[in-house]
Every structure is written in C-alpha cells, then in structure tokens.
C-alpha cells in the first residue's frame, strides 16, 4: 500500500479490518440457521423433523435442547481462550502476525465444522474456530484504533461493525434459500454455511500481506524510523495550514513524540504486561480499573437484552398469526433493520461521546423491551386480537433492535481499544472480549431455561438492567471520544474511579503537560 496517503490509507485499512468483522457477524449468525436443519439435527442427535406441506417443509423439533446449545455456548469457551492468547502474542509479535494466526485457527476450525460427523467432532471444532475468533476479536479492533485519528477513532469501528451485522444478514439469507433446495433435508443446507465462511477469512488474510504494522506497535518495539515515516502517511491530510506539508509532518510529529513519551514511561512500569498483573495491579495507570471497566461493559452489553431479542422474537411473530415462512422474512427483516441502524452510530458515536449513546440507547432499550414484553403477555391472554397486540410486539421488537445497532452494539468494542495504555492494549481489548465471551456464553445457556420458565416476563427482566446500566455509566465510565489514546492515561490517573474525579484529574494533568512537566513525573505507572 505505499501508493496510498492519507484517508485513502485508513479507509483502506479499516476496509480490510471490515472483512473480519465480517467474518465475526456472519459466524454469530450462522448456526440460528444450522440449528433449523434436519439433516444437522438428525446427524448431531438433537431431535427429529416432520412435514408440514409445501408452504412450511420439514420442520425441525428440538428434543435435546441442552446438547444443541452446548454445542453453539462451546464455541464462546474457544473465544475467551483465544483472545487471551491473542493479546499475549499481539504485544509481543505485532498485530498483522496475530492476525494472520488468528485467520489460520478459524480455516481450520470451519473446514473441521462443515465436515462433522458427530457431536464430539463439531464441539472440537467449534473450539478450535472460537480460538480463531478471539484472536481476531481482541486484535483488528485494537489495529483499526491505533492507525485511526483521535477525531475518527469511534467512527471508523462503528463502521466495521456495519459489516458485522451485514455477515449476520447474509448468513440468515443465505440459510433461508437454502432451505427450499431439494425438499429442505440436504446436507448442503447446514454445511455450506459453515464453509462459506472461509471465503471472508481467506480475502482477509491476502489482504494483510499489503498493509502496513500498528505504528504504535512498533515504536514500542524500537522500530521508530518506521514508525514516523507510517504515521507521516497515515496523516498526510491532517494539516493545520491547508496545503503546508511542513504543517503535516508537524502533526505526525507532535503525535510521534506523544507516543514515544508514553512508551519509555510504560518501559519502566513493565512488570503490569501480563494477565494477572493487569487484573490485580495498582499504580498510578489503575490497569486494574480498566480491566473491571472492559470486562463488565461487554457483560452488561449481552444482559440490556440483544440475545434475548434474538431468541424471542420468532416466537412472538409466529404467535401474532404469522406462518413460519412469514415469521422467517420478518426475522430476515429485523436484522436488515438491524444493519441500517448501525450507521447511526457512525456519524454520532464521536459527535455525542461514549457515555451519551450509551444512555440514550438503554433508555429506547429499556422501553421497548418493557412494551415488547407487555404486548406479548396481551397477545397470550387475548389470541383474538392477535393481529393488533402482535403487531405492536413486532414493532417494539424492531425499534430495540435498532436501538441497539445505534448505540450499545458498537461502543462497548470500542472502549477497551481506547482505554489502556500501549505496552498492554492488545491484553487490555482481550479482556473485553473475555467479559463478551462470558456473557454471550453465560445467556446462551440461561436464555431458554428464562423464556421456559417465565416466558415474556424474561423481557421486561432485561428491560430493567437497561435503567440500572444508566447510573453505572454515569458514575463509572468516563468520556473517551475526541481524546488521543495516549491522553487516556491521564484520565485514569485519578485514585478516584468516579468519572468527575477523573474529569477534575484530567484536565489539573493536562495543565501541568501543557507548561512543561514530563509526563513520567505526573504519572507513575502500574
């Protein structure tokens, strides 16, 4: 990529980072598809299916629904494995090399998946293609972070989390044609699927041999003359002095010096590189705050009710009246809806901040889930006014969603790529994934035995940890939008973890930065 400069440069490399976010979407997505087909369902011992005419085809019945989410929750285990080890090996070895092992995990995880005989064979390979992911979960955001301006950062993930959803469109499309090969029993129906998504994997993969390091990774690792020339391209259209390429490089340079500052404070403080420091630590950098930060964010992203969503919503169309192929096109539908919404938070996620998306976006959340329940609950006890109260439903289903897509879809993968300083931001956004692997997993399971148990009221349950996330967010998590990744480290340096003790630390730092203090004397690191 040496011909490109500037925007054309991280337009490009974002792009490329997008064919692993949407490899991530369309893998999520895949198995709701799979889990629907009879072939797979009688090859794994799930269940059985039944004819029910031309209009439906053969129809799946699920006997063994704790073996069937083992089998889709293993994979989230793979997931928290992988991440860990791919922030060990993206500090040490680079970002483009972890993911390029991270592209090989998932190869061999998806060829191993779409050739399963048995129950043992697909969970070793849904392991194996969870290790993948977390390598690519806990790397591509960080890479995306790190080449992008401070001005642009959130913009750009939200972007790639546009392609995220799109992979889980297509993943639903492309399963529900397939469902009308043949008369719907195929092996093709279920172990296509799982083999396309070597297709993004392996473009992905070609594409890195063209594209350029983290320049902050390798001015950690000593590579500054790479380093600056890297960064002078990645900021060759971010001049003060329109047309003033002296005014250019002293952009690249002022953010050169800014990093390498913080590297050779970071140097001294290395005993915090590794996990278990990291979690237990203390110092003046609190790494240990930012963990607890990551991980519950991500956590608390899976209980404001998305998997729930996903789970309950079929089942709320069909009992509005809606036959199953109706129910299947309003599902495909939603997660259309689900994908436009997602460029909301491209243009607002650097506009509004963090913490405001994050608020408005659990209280459309929490309203709708609250209603979608309600109107559920109306739907059962009057069927006669199916048409009406499950019409209402299904809207409210939609509104969430979109919601969600706007707002708290993206920004909890965002901030742990903010967050941490530079000798541990591939651990730190590992964490992240940690607490999303552990939530996801942990309501995959929980998610049937709730709706089981206590049907539509599983609903306005979530709908409330929406309202309770509010004062978490306020009190806890402060602003990170428009600041560069290496000002970050002032905000954390507050003893406070309250945000307006951080805010008040903040900008008493930045002062003292300003008239002439090293950071290395304001900040002790730990």
């Known amino acids: 990529m040496m011909q490109l400069s500037g925007k054309r440069l991280v337009y490009t490399i974002n792009a490329v980072a997008g064919l692993a976010i949407f490899f991530f979407g369309y893998d999520q997505g895949m198995m709701g598809g799979v889990n629907t087909s009879p072939d797979y369902v009688r090859v794994m011992g799930l269940g059985f299916s039944t004819y029910r005419g031309p209009a439906e085809g053969y129809v799946v019945t ?7 989410g083992g089998i889709v929750s293993v994979y989230y285990l793979g997931t928290l494995v992988g991440c860990l080890m ?20 998932v190869i061999v995880g998806a060829a191993l998946q ?21 390598h690519l979960n806990a790397i591509v955001p960080v890479w995306s972070a790190e080449v992008a301006s401070h001005t642009s950062r959130g913009a750009f993930i939200a972007l790639e989390f546009t392609l ?54 390798l001015i950690k690792v000593g590579r500054t003359t790479e380093a600056k020339a890297l960064l002078q391209r990645l900021r060759a259209d971010v001049s003060a002095i329109p047309g003033d390429d002296s005014s250019i490089n002293s952009v690249a340079s002022r953010e050169f010096d800014s990093i390498v500052e913080v590297v050779e404070l970071e140097k001294k403080h290395h005993a915090m590189n590794n996990y278990w420091n990291m979690f237990w630590g203390s110092g003046d950098l609190h790494i240990a705050r930012r963990v607890q930060l990551s991980i519950w964010l991500q956590i608390i992203q899976e209980w404001v ?20 192929r109706k129910s299947q096109w309003l599902s495909g539908l939603n997660d ?71 707002t708290w879809l993206t920004i909890p993968w965002v901030y742990p790529t903010e967050t941490f300083p530079l000798a541990v ?23 049937p035995v709730m709706f089981n148990r206590i049907g539509e009221n599983t609903l306005h349950i979530f709908g409330a940890v929406n309202f309770l996330s509010i004062p978490i967010v306020w009190a806890l998590y402060p602003e990170t939008a428009n600041r560069t990744l ?23 730092l930045k002062a003292k930065l300003e008239g002439g203090t090293r950071l290395e004397e304001l900040v002790k690191g730990g």
């Open 164 to 217: 995220n959803i799109f992979g889980v469109v297509v993943a639903y499309w492309l399963e529900f044609g397939l469902g009308f090969i043949g008369d719907g029993r195929s092996q093709i129906r279920w172990r296509f699927p799982i083999a396309f998504q070597i297709i993004p994997v392996l473009m992905f993969m070609v594409a890195l041999l063209w594209m350029p390091e983290s320049p902050r990774w």
């Open 425 to 447: 931001r591939a651990k730190g956004n590992a964490w992240g994934v940690v607490g999303w692997s552990i939530g996801n997993g942990w309501l995959t399971l929980l998610n």
């Open 62 to 68: 699920i006997t063994e629904p704790t073996r069937q």
């Open 305 to 324: 009710g998305i998997a729930a969503i996903t789970v309950y919503a079929p089942t709320i169309f069909a009992e509005a009246g809606y036959g199953a």
């Open 114 to 134: 779409c050739s399963s005989q048995n129950i043992a064979w697909i969970i070793c390979a849904r392991i194996i293609n969870g290790i993948g992911t977390g």
């Open 86 to 105: 791919g922030g060990v090996i993206g500090d040490r070895v680079g970002r483009l090399k972890t993911m390029m092992i991270g592209g090989v995990w």
């Open 486 to 508: 290496e000002e970050v480290d002032l905000l954390f340096a507050s003893s406070s973890p309250w945000v307006w003790e951080e805010e008040r630390c903040f900008r008493e």
């Open 336 to 406: 259309v809806t689900y994908m436009i919404a997602t460029l909301f938070a491209v243009v607002t996620i650097d506009r509004w901040g963090r913490r405001v998306g994050l608020w408005w976006g659990a209280v459309g959340q929490g309203v709708s889930l609250i209603l979608a329940g309600a109107f559920a609950r109306l739907l059962k006890d009057h069927p006669e006014k199916a048409a009406a109260y499950g019409g209402t439903a299904a809207f409210f289903i939609f509104l969430y969603t979109a919601i969600f897509g706007a």
